[in-house]
């Protein structure tokens, strides 16, 4: 069984900046892709940014140019590092992980972690 814990979400100011982090843990699997997701009270759940295998990412609109997102594969950890967040960034942000076990793909989510931008 694999668990993603995510930490690093909390109160920030406009302009300011957060990283999170996600840390997968178990045996016996080979991750394929990791990722971070928003939901914001009253919205459907949100790609925010992806990261595969060999390091291809792909980020939302929203957030191109602001937010950054990075792996260590030896820790199997993803990093969300958000810079220039707005009020608009508040959401909980969900870590998600599609994961290769015994030629099957799993695909895992975080439990999430509160981000709130003040104005």
């Known amino acids: 069984q694999l668990q993603l814990v995510e930490s690093g979400g909390g ?3 406009a302009g300011g900046s ?3 982090s996600c840390a997968a ?3 016996g ?13 009253g919205k459907q759940r949100e790609l925010v940014a992806r990261i595969i295998t060999g390091g291809s990412t792909n980020y939302a609109d929203s957030v191109q140019d602001r937010f950054t997102i990075s ?5 199997n950890t993803v990093y969300l590092q958000m810079n220039g967040l707005n009020p608009e960034d508040t959401a909980i942000y969900y870590c ?9 793909t799993f695909h ?6 509160q981000v709130t ?3």
């Open 108 to 113: 895992y989510w975080g439990q999430g972690t």
């Open 11 to 13: 109160l920030v100011q």
């Open 117 to 119: 931008v003040s104005s």
């Open 29 to 41: 699997f080979s991750i394929r892709a990791m990722g971070w997701y928003r939901q914001a009270p």
């Open 71 to 75: 792996r260590d594969s030896a820790k």
């Open 96 to 104: 998600d992980a599609d994961v290769l076990f015994r030629s099957v």
């Open 25 to 27: 843990s178990g045996s």
């Open 18 to 20: 957060l990283r999170l």
